[in-house]
């Protein structure tokens, strides 16, 4: 049983069924879930959630499935690290960094695709699909095998060779389509209009999108049961710092935790940063971009999510930054010199504008603060390696190893 | 002067479902008020009250989104194709 | 405080203080944490380990550190997933797999690390090093990071350039040593018996043996308090192995969990398997030999554990198998089409030596059986990339779609 | 015949702390026989009671592990190096 009503406009208020649906029909406006929230209110309790498993179904009166049959390879739950190394390079006395890279495909992605997967399995599909340059893509492959669907995964065909494998690994159908990753949408639109498949970033949208909410979850019940003062969240679409600020009000709405005033910062890439662009130009019309930037999963010229990311990021009196790829690279190494963590380049926008957004003052240095890392560095390598400190070769001796090393050892 | 008009899915109960039919204009902005000749409704789907491109519809001229044109004054020759695609999601 | 009553020498009994030493002066056997078992039995209780966090520190008492400071990533506490799609092609109705990519820099040397770096920390270290070609490497750069600390890492010069970013970006001393494994490993040997410096597999190791442990630990705590009937585990030294069937055992001597006869089985690659060899021909004596395969995370020719792996799994009524690059690469395959679980080639080994195990009638296909996964395949990719189906590429139209795709779709 | 032996740490408090000492013999067994006159103690802590390499201790002459040769009956000849290397920690 489900605590969601009807799938519903967020634009005009119009609903709908809770099938394979999308975009309002009427002005184009997404759907959302929408829950009953005064039901839920009687039915959660934090008890009651601490005492379940550690994935995100412990969360499952604010997910959009029916039943309890999840299609789960133990997503979610992960590491909420006090940052406290880089925190005091960044002049940040109660930091944390959200570590994403742990889950089973190593990106915030198997949130999502847990959910809409989970979902499709429910509407009778037998088949998963979805458009992605990487994460998703892997996601996809996975739990669409976890789950004895069909995968079909689409990608554009000049995508490198080392992105492909951890895709072709789990034997989907892989598609590579001639042209770039809009048209290889537009072509996933049209297959997803006519084929009775679930594609969770089109018509499953509604439900997957819902998956990222279990961050804002997480770092709450992480944290004791309380929402952060300030997080930091890498921006393509914008969808995800809407949902993170979306799971951490339906918290106070059930009773769960305390009312906040969170405030919510966006990271964009340079290379495109349509609504970073907007936040500081004060308007809410979004020109779209030709992406040019090192961090492919930020590369999305055209947010759909933009204008209500850009809402929250102004309700909640937070802000929007940019990072170069240089900048990127930078924050990737910082993290990963200071606390540890190897992250996706998504990651290294995080850490390079919370450094800006802390160096300018806009984040308040005493307040607890979370940056969410979306993925591993392991996947993201090329961008980093011809930045870094070379291996020093000496031969297999005591005497060559003091000759070179002499001045470094204390 | 008549173009090619791609009909996304959820605006295909408007069209007889066909996925592409043809409207005469010489701009976006005609075009749109024309298709609603043949496909009664489908321009109100398309654009708000003052005209615009409502927020979550993404208008392609052969291939090239319009907002990197001229936006809706776009002009449109024969020959030409237009997309029209919901916001998808993807990324962060 | 700690439960660890002193190192005492696996071999002649010999005890020595809790310091940076590894190797018995009298018989060159190897140290092992001695506990007060006594104490720990009246100190711990399921409740009490139930209500702390999600890391391998849950397990405190059993761990050999004195304080509570743990240099930490949050490693541990790992998914158990059920796989009943594998145990269906296999015939085994009760499989587990534990998924240990999930740890902080995706592999299981995050457990043995941690405790050996938190341990470091309380003798006074301030460098943390090893000699590795991968896994190892990885961790000891990245929780030298964390834990601020200078890190040397020593590894063959020749290594791929892939695998050394992994290490590089945590920005630790990468020395590349010309020669190989043995060579690297001989010259740390020699730097730690100089230098005051925390090599976590040599001086170190019988801190750093015992992060292992907690892999047995979790797995009984996750099936409920219970002991597994059957596992199949990875060996190169054989030392994990011996690990899990000592925390077992620890479990049970302190009452957490009830006694039971859990048959432990080995699995080698066959071009470095001199334990399965030894189990197979019935002697306790081992051929060093030559490494030649895929699986470079097990290819340690010369086992220092493995007397004590063979003997555990004689004793425990288990078995050994080994499995052939090619069955290595369908392992992998198998996993990952079957359960969504893409593992490192040391996974593919366990999965193939566990197809064998199972098609032999070796494993009891009724009993609760936990196979054991040990790293993710994102960083030995360069094994499968030529054995996987092809991307299929089409033009972006759903015409191109249909002609080239159209037998395969319902 | 003299030949260089490598000495580990463990064993340094019988060698004065020196890692490299030399010994006369023909074989791997004489020659740690022999070890034990400028040391003492020296050979009872690399074998067993029958004369047999203890199971932790590995023995390398010239980069080689003896197990792959003639193990403690393996000839040696002037300018051979042997390593003695407790066993090493590693993989799984």
């Known amino acids: ?25 009427f ?59 880089l925190g005091k390079e960044l002049g940040l006395k109660n930091l944390y960094v959200k570590n994403d890279c742990a889950n089973p495909t190593h990106s915030f992605k198997d949130r999502v695709v847990a959910v809409a997967s989970t979902r499709a399995l429910e509407l009778g599909f037998d088949t998963l699909s979805c458009a992605s340059t990487g994460n998703l893509a ?25 992105k492909v494998i951890a895709s072709l690994i789990y034997d989907p159908k ?10 290889v949408n537009r072509l996933c639109s049209e297959i997803a209009g006519k084929y009775k498949w679930a594609f969770v970033n089109i018509n499953m949208r509604p439900y997957y999108a819902e998956g990222s909410k279990t961050l804002g979850f997480e770092t709450a019940e992480q944290l004791g049961w309380k929402a952060p003062d300030q997080v930091v969240v890498p921006m393509a679409s914008g969808s995800l710092l809407t949902k993170i600020w979306k799971g951490t009000q339906e ?57 209500y990311a850009l809402k929250t990021i102004n309700e909640s009196n937070g802000g929007a930054e940019m990072a170069s790829d240089e900048e990127i690279v930078e924050g990737i190494k910082l993290l990963a010199r200071t606390e540890g963590i190897f992250a996706e380049t998504a990651g290294g926008v995080t850490v390079a504008c919370l450094k800006k957004l802390a160096e300018s003052g806009a984040l308040d240095p005493d307040a607890v603060t979370v940056a969410y890392i979306t993925g591993t560095g392991l996947k993201t390598q090329e961008a980093v390696a011809d930045h870094l400190n070379q291996v020093q070769v000496i031969q297999p001796n005591l005497e060559a190893f003091e000759a070179t090393q002499l001045t470094a050892v204390s | 002067m ?57 208008v392609y001229l052969n291939e090239e989104d319009i907002r990197f044109l001229q936006g809706e004054g776009t002009a449109v020759k024969a020959g030409d194709t237009i997309s029209i695609v919901p916001a998808i999601a993807g990324g962060k």
Not at chain 1, 35 to 61: F, G, T
Not at chain 1, 139 to 162: D, Q, T
Not at chain 1, 174 to 183: E, R, S, W
Not at chain 2, 37 to 56: A, I
Request: glycine content about 8%; hydrophobic content about 35%.
């Open chain 1, 1 to 25: 049983m489900s605590y969601v009503k009807a799938l519903k406009c967020r634009e005009c208020g119009q609903e709908y069924e809770k099938v394979a649906k999308y975009v309002c029909e």
């Open chain 1, 174 to 183: 892989l598609i590579g389509v001639n042209g770039n990753y809009d048209d």
């Open chain 1, 251 to 307: 918290f106070i709405k059930v009773g769960l935790i305390a009312d906040k005033k969170m405030r919510m910062f966006g990271a964009q890439a340079t290379g495109c940063s349509p609504i970073t662009t907007a936040y500081k130009a004060k308007t809410d019309t979004f020109r779209p971009v030709k992406p040019n930037t090192i961090a492919k999963s930020l590369a999305i010229g055209n947010p759909a999510d933009g204008y």
């Open chain 1, 27 to 85: 002005c184009f406006g997404p759907l959302e879930a929408a829950y009953d929230y005064d039901k839920i209110k009687k039915d959660i309790s934090r008890e009651k959630i601490a005492a379940r498993p550690l994935n995100i179904w412990r969360y499952r009166e604010l997910l959009p499935v029916e039943g309890t049959n999840y299609n789960t390879l133990e997503e979610g739950y992960t590491p909420l690290i006090k940052a406290d190394r």
């Open chain 2, 2 to 58: 008549a173009v090619k008009v791609l009909i996304p899915t959820p605006l295909r109960n408007l069209t007889n479902n066909q996925a592409e039919v043809s409207a005469e204009g010489n701009s976006i902005s005609e075009i749109i008020d024309n298709l609603s000749k043949n496909h009664n409704g489908l321009r109100d789907r398309l654009v708000d009250e003052n005209g615009k491109v409502r927020r979550f519809v993404n």
């Open chain 1, 138 to 162: 892997n996601a996809v492959a996975a739990y669409g095998a976890r789950g004895g669907m069909k995968r079909y995964v689409f990608i554009p065909s000049n995508l490198e060779k080392g």
